[in-house]
Structure formats: C-alpha cells, structure tokens
C-alpha cells in the first residue's frame, strides 16, 4: 500500500511494517510476521526492485510481531538489522518480562491471533544477530533515519524519525487499533512493560517535525508527533 511517493505499508491494520523506497535503496522498518515476506516481495516487484535494493532493516523493538521476517531476511540476504541495545535480547531470543493483557474483546482478540496464525507467527524467528544502536543515531541507511527513544512499551523500544518521507515509525509507542479490544484511534498499546513510562516518552515526539505517525498496529495517523501524544494521553485518562 503507497501511503506517499517513497513510503510503502506492508501488512494492515492489525500487523504493519513500512518500506521507504529512495534512489539509494531501499530501508524497511520493522518486519511484522513471518509471513509478510510475500507481502515484501509482492511490494518490491511493483517498484521494480529485488532484496538487493534492501540496504538496512531497523526494528522499533524486538517483540515477535515486529521481527517477522527479519532473521530470513539477514540470513538469506545479508541485509543488516539495526535495534536499540536495550532490545537486542529480546529481538535474539525472546526474552521478556510477563506483563498483563489488559480488557479483551473477543472477536478483536480473535482476529489478531488468528491473523497472525495465518501469517506463520508460530514459531518464532529470532534474529541471531543484529547491529546494536542507541538514543541520537542517525544510521548511514536511505533517507537517513533517525534513532529516537521511547522506553516504556520495552526498555529498547524507539521511533524512527524519517524526514525524508515526512514520516515518524513509532512501533508500540503508541497504537491506532488496540488489537485486543479493536478500539481505534491513537491510545497506549497492549502487552506495554512499564505504560507509565511508555506515556513519559510521548514527550520525544513533540519535538519531531512530520505529517505521518506510523504505528505497527492500526491505521497510518496523518497529523503531527506532538498532536498524537496529546491523543494516547487523552485516551489513557
């Protein structure tokens, strides 16, 4: 799907990952499940490009429904994948803390797990390595994303700042379709290890200049970083 020139979403509302297309390659945020690598290959045939375009994948976090097709990807492709430090672990292992589900809905909470049955969510494959970045990192990858830190959902959770497509990637910083209870609009996300430094980190936004805010969950949110945290903390009173 072609949100604008250069910025393509994989997936859907339920599960997304975004690819920015530039004449120096090709940069893919997140890797959503296993099974949107058809998904990416249907994508990068209508734009007439290979895997070989792929220069660098970065994750926003390292939850299993973000890393998807990413070790397929550094495995059979070479193509580096970039995560903060803080989740490095995670994205290798999967290794994480138990946190509580929150409200439920079933027909929502039936869709999503079932979508991500569809899409080989089972069993998970972890990242054997990856290239570890920090808080300020502006990675030598196309259109230059920058590495902004939003702790809270996980400690390594971050938002890609990508000026060149207008765009910020903020992963599980926040959410526009609760996958558990199908509520939409900008609010926190589910299965967040600590929310209320999750809602703390809302702050880094506001000083994000950009007209797309793009989550892993839900629909792509035109408006700006600092009109979308003011939204997620209304929606959390």
Not at 9 to 14: F, P, S, V
Not at 176 to 193: M, N, S
């Amino acid at each position: 799907m072609e949100l604008a020139p250069h910025l393509h979403r994989l997936g859907n509302d339920i599960v997304a990952c975004y690819l920015i297309d530039t004449p120096e390659g090709i940069t893919l945020i997140d890797a959503g499940l296993p099974g949107h690598w058809r998904d990416l290959q249907r994508a990068l045939r209508s734009l007439g490009k290979t895997t070989a375009d792929i220069r660098g994948l970065v994750l926003t976090h390292g939850d299993s429904d973000h890393i998807g097709f990413a070790e397929r990807l550094r495995r059979e492709h070479g193509v580096p994948v970039y995560v903060h430090a803080a989740d490095a672990e995670r994205a290798r292992t999967g290794r994480k803390p138990k946190t509580p589900a929150g409200r439920m809905r079933l027909w929502p909470t039936t869709r999503f797990f079932a979508y991500a049955l569809s899409k080989n969510a089972i069993p998970t494959a972890h990242v054997k390595e990856v290239v570890e970045v920090a808080d300020g990192d502006v990675l030598d990858l196309p259109g230059s994303p920058a590495i902004v830190g939003m702790p809270g959902h996980s400690p390594g959770s971050v938002a890609v700042h990508v000026p060149a497509v207008d765009a910020i990637f903020v992963g599980d910083a926040l959410t526009t379709r609760h996958v558990l209870t199908g509520r939409e609009g900008p609010q926190p996300a589910p299965f967040t290890d600590e929310p209320e430094r999750a809602l703390d980190s809302l702050d880094r936004l506001a000083a994000l200049s950009a007209s797309w805010v793009l989550p892993g969950h839900g629909a792509p949110w035109q408006g700006s970083g600092p009109a979308a945290a003011a939204a997620v903390r209304a929606a959390a009173r």
